[in-house]
C-alpha cells in the first residue's frame, strides 16, 4: 500500500504526481510504501533405523559352489580351446548364480 501525504503540513494527498496542496498551497509530497508479508514454516524430523543384513539362498549356494569348484575339471578333461571356453561359461554361469544366492538386503524402519 502507498500513502502520500503533504511535505509541509502533512495532509493526505494522492502519491501521484499532481498539482499543489489544497490545504496549504506546498508542492512538496512525503511518499510512504507498506508491505506486510507473513511466512509460515514447519519441519518434520523423523528417525530411521536401517537395518543391514544378507538373504542367503541355500539351494543356489550349493549350485555355485559345485560350479565354482567343478569348472577347473571340466576345463581340464577338455582339451584346447574347448576346455577354454566352457571354464568361462561356468564361471560365468557361477558368477549369475552368485548374484541370486547371496544378496545384501537394506530395509529402512521409520519411527516416530
Not at 32 to 50: K, P
Not at 87 to 100: E, K, Q, T
Amino acid at each position: 500500500m502507498i500513502k502520500g501525504t503533504c511535505e509541509e503540513c502533512g495532509a493526505p494527498r494522492d502519491p501521484a504526481p499532481t498539482e499543489a496542496c489544497s490545504q496549504c498551497g506546498a508542492v512538496g509530497r512525503r511518499i510512504v510504501a507498506i508491505r506486510s508479508e507473513s511466512v509460515q514454516s514447519r519441519e518434520t524430523v523423523s528417525r530411521g533405523v536401517l537395518r543391514t543384513f544378507w538373504r542367503r539362498n541355500w539351494l543356489l549356494v550349493f549350485i555355485m559352489a559345485a560350479l565354482m569348484v567343478g569348472s577347473p575339471f571340466v576345463s581340464f578333461k577338455l582339451e584346447g580351446w574347448e576346455g577354454v571356453y566352457a571354464g568361462w561359461a561356468l564361471n560365468l554361469a557361477s558368477f549369475i548364480v552368485g548374484a541370486y544366492a547371496l544378496t545384501r538386503v537394506e530395509c529402512k524402519d521409520l519411527a516416530g
